[in-house]
């Protein structure tokens, strides 16, 4: 059987935790940084995850998991 090709962007954009859920970084949280607000910079700061719809498109994206 052939190997599965693995998307790259989705290699360099997400992470897996140890309890399973993909981590990816939130948006609008690395260009401007000074011209937005300090609230919204602290937000961008923190993790996001996928939610459970997306995490069977990036199983299918990354088939052999991500690091």
Same mark, same amino acid.
């Given at each position: 059987? !052939?190997? &599965?090709?693995t998307?790259?962007y989705?290699?360099?954009r997400?992470?897996?935790?140890?309890?399973?859920?993909?981590?990816?970084?939130?948006?609008?949280?690395?260009?401007?940084?000074?011209h937005?607000?300090?609230?919204? *910079?602290?937000?961008?700061a923190?993790?996001? @995850?996928l *939610?459970?719809?997306?995490m069977?498109?990036a199983?299918? &994206?990354? !088939? @052999?998991g991500?690091?």
């Amino acid at each position: 059987m !052939p190997k &599965l090709k693995t998307k790259s962007y989705m290699k360099k954009r997400a992470s897996m935790t140890a309890t399973g859920k993909i981590r990816v970084a939130r948006n609008a949280h690395k260009k401007r940084l000074m011209h937005q607000s300090k609230r919204a *910079n602290k937000a961008g700061a923190k993790p996001q @995850y996928l *939610n459970k719809n997306m995490m069977g498109q990036a199983k299918i &994206l990354a !088939p @052999y998991g991500l690091d």
